[in-house]
Nanobody, 123 residues
Framework: ERELVESGGGLVQAGGSLRLSCAASAYTFSGYTAGWFRRAPGKGREWISC????????TYADSVKGRFTTDTDFTRRAVYLQMDDLKPEDTAIYYC????????????????WGQGTQVTVSS
């Protein structure tokens, strides 16, 4: 059984929105940092965002800043990625991960990962 499960991906037109969810099955994100990454066809993994679950502080990659927002709920059993003003170049498989701290999150180091959810943005 996977510890993290992403959902909410799909097909959307450019300019549209999607909200991705990442649910933790065996634990909460409390005391950890949750991160979102993506992998576009033919490209390497790209860091998108981090959220420190205990204080809700967030960081974003320049490529999504102002368009994407990550948050968690008070249970800290799930994290979310609200994606607005989507562009065709946002097409990718999106993954969430759980990390010990923000530094590990930003590099995707030593984390637990979900299986990913496909996001496709048409022009």
């Amino acid at each position: 059984e996977r510890e993290l499960v992403e959902s909410g991906g799909g097909l959307v037109q450019a300019g549209g929105s999607l909200r991705l969810s990442c649910a933790a099955s065996a634990y909460t994100f409390s005391g950890y940092t949750a991160g979102w990454f993506r992998r576009a066809p033919g490209k390497g993994r790209e860091w998108i965002s981090c959220i420190v679950a205990n204080d809700y502080s967030t960081t974003y990659a320049d490529s999504v800043k102002g368009r994407f927002t990550t948050d968690t709920d008070f249970t800290r059993r799930a994290v979310y990625l609200q994606m607005d003003d989507l562009k065709p170049e946002d097409t990718a498989i999106y993954y969430c991960g759980r990390f010990q701290n923000e530094a590990a999150c930003r590099t995707g180091s030593f984390g637990s990962w979900g299986q990913g959810t496909q996001v496709t943005v048409s022009s």
